[in-house]
């Protein structure tokens, strides 16, 4: 155990220490407007349904392997993906509007 006298010095300039830290505000949000595109392929690329379809239509880009036309193929993908976009974009907007009632909200100090 560790005993410091109290001589008053650190309780001086106690609103510079203040400013160093960061700010006690909620965020839930897992994307940024900017990085919302590949953070979410990125994410849908994880799930091994996405992954076999993205496989499947690579392999049919190829003329010997070509089983229905290019565009049929990508069509599961690209509808799946794109409900997935939607609704994690609509999640994270709700998310977002959440954080941002609750950040600025008014509280009460009570002092001692």
Same mark, same amino acid.
């Given at each position: 155990?560790?005993? @410091?006298? $109290? ?5 001086? $300039?106690?609103?510079? #220490? ?10 839930? %949000?897992?994307?940024?407007?900017? %990085?919302? =595109? #590949?953070? +979410? /392929? @990125?994410?849908?690329?994880?799930? /091994?349904? +996405? =992954?076999?379809?993205?496989? =499947?239509?690579? @392999?049919?880009?190829? #003329? ?8 049929? %193929?990508? &069509? #599961? &993908?690209?509808?799946? &993906? @794109? ?8 999640? $994270? ?5 959440? $954080?941002?009632?609750? +950040?600025? %909200? ?7």
């Amino acid at each position: 155990r560790i005993v @410091l006298p $109290d001589n008053g010095r650190q309780w001086k $300039d106690w609103k510079q #220490p203040s400013t160093v830290y960061s700010r006690n505000r909620i965020q839930t %949000t897992k994307y940024k407007w900017s %990085t919302f =595109l #590949p953070q +979410n /392929l @990125l994410r849908q690329f994880r799930r /091994l349904g +996405n =992954l076999y379809f993205f496989f =499947l239509v690579v @392999l049919n880009w190829f #003329p010997q392997v070509e089983v229905f036309h290019r565009e049929i %193929t990508m &069509l #599961p &993908l690209v509808v799946v &993906l @794109l409900a997935s976009m939607i609704k994690d974009a609509i999640e $994270d907007y709700r998310k977002y509007q959440y $954080d941002k009632t609750i +950040n600025f %909200t008014k509280t009460r100090v009570y002092d001692k």
